[in-house]
């Protein structure tokens, strides 16, 4: 079945920092990928995402490359910031529908 | 415009007892979820519904387990009799099928604990 593996956290960071969290999937056809967020005490926000191989999402500073030939969508930031510290979700959808399939999460905190 | 909305945020019940949650999800959307992320995981899905019609069930555990969502708006997700294991957070999420962006709005979730 599909699944997602992120890199185990708690990552630590100061501010300004460069971020990379890594995820790699299993699934089967072709997914589409997501990085969502979760602050402290809310809900999950969509950070950003790609329906497809090669296609870059990005949003508020974050990036992923979509990379079939790896099965990955590492999430990047070139200067984190106190505000960033949240856990962080990556997950896969096949089928325009369907459920999502989740990461365990990431929690990231920077300081100052 | 209002996000999804979930009510009541916390909630704490003791074992064996029912318990019940209720979501509304954004205006317009026909197809809603229920996931449940336990500590330290990701969420997982219940249900899906698909207006009115629940099209995936397969991971909602039905002896104890039920979710209804009469006129194809709000849903209530039921546990009936609430075992230990159940303590998690359970999130609704929206989504307009057939948008050209299909995505999963969440809102912010119950806490239950079951002592």
């Known amino acids: 079945g599909d699944s997602v593996t992120q890199m185990e956290g708690p990552v630590t960071l100061s501010e300004e920092a460069f971020l990379t969290i890594n995820c790699t999937y299993t699934a089967t056809g072709y997914p589409s990928l997501f990085w969502y967020v979760q602050y402290p005490g809310e809900g999950l926000q969509l950070l950003l995402k790609?329906?497809?191989?090669?296609d870059k999402g990005s949003n508020k500073g974050f990036e992923a490359t979509y990379r079939k030939e790896t099965t990955s969508f590492h999430l990047e930031k070139g200067s984190v910031q106190v505000s960033d510290s949240a856990v962080y979700f990556c997950a896969l959808r096949t089928g325009t529908a369907s459920k999502l399939t989740f990461g365990t999460g990431t929690r990231l905190q920077v300081t100052l | 415009e209002a996000g999804v909305v979930q009510s009541p945020r916390y909630k704490i019940i003791e074992k064996k007892q029912p318990v019940a949650f209720w979501c509304n999800p954004i205006s317009g959307h026909n197809t809603l979820y229920w996931y449940r992320q336990n500590l330290g995981q990701g969420p997982e899905l219940l249900i899906r519904y698909e207006n009115e019609e629940a099209v995936d069930d397969s991971q909602l555990p039905k002896d104890r387990f039920s979710a209804e969502r009469l006129k194809g708006v709000d849903s209530t997700l039921k546990i009936q009799p609430a075992e230990l294991g159940d303590s998690a957070v359970y999130l609704c999420?929206?989504?307009?099928?057939?948008?050209?962006?299909?995505?999963?709005?969440f809102g912010a979730g119950t806490r239950l604990s079951v002592l």
């Open positions: 999420a929206s989504s307009l099928d057939g948008a050209k962006e299909n995505i999963q709005y």
């Open positions: 790609a329906t497809k191989a090669d």
